[in-house]
């Protein structure tokens, strides 16, 4: 069973157990996994639904610092619940120390000396966090290992 089924099984779980904010965010996800695949011209791969999920999560980490920004606690507490549902279709991120790591090893195989060489890093070690990074992270890691 693909992560688009389980999504959908997960949905009708929550519309019978009446979980409005379960049921809300479901739809969402599904969603926008329909107009990928109609983008796309054909279904969607495990992995393009992962990193479509991902940038869920993250949309939504962004609206959370904004929404506590313009005093909605309530929006952002709602966000945050619609983050612990998408995640938990999620691989389990890599901690800090594990991207550090990683970064480590991306160093050496690239050969990398100075910050100029953050692009090939970057290349070598992208696809090994893919989905439980945020390249955001990645890239300052990478940043300070290379400067320092």
């Not at 991120?93 to 195989?109: C, K, P, Q, T, Y």
């Not at 050969?111 to 893919?130: C, H, N, Q, T, Y």
Request: aromatic share 2%.
């Amino acid at each position: 069973m693909g992560l688009s089924d389980r999504l959908r099984q997960d949905m009708q779980k929550a519309a019978k157990e009446r979980n409005s904010l379960a049921l809300s965010t479901l739809r969402m996800a599904l969603a926008e996994i329909k107009n990928k695949e109609i983008e796309a011209r054909g279904g969607l791969a495990d992995d393009a639904v992962l990193k479509l999920l991902a940038s869920m999560v993250k949309r939504r980490r962004e609206s959370i610092d904004l929404f506590l920004k313009g005093n909605r606690p309530e929006l952002a507490e709602k966000e945050a619940g619609e983050i612990a549902i998408l995640s938990s279709y999620l691989p389990k991120g890599l901690s800090d120390a594990e991207v550090e790591s990683l970064a480590r090893e991306a160093i050496a195989a690239a050969g990398a000396k100075s910050p100029s060489d953050i692009g090939r890093v970057m290349k070598e070690l992208m696809p090994k966090v893919a989905g439980r990074a945020d390249g955001k992270l990645v890239n300052e890691v990478v940043r300070r290992l290379l400067s320092g």
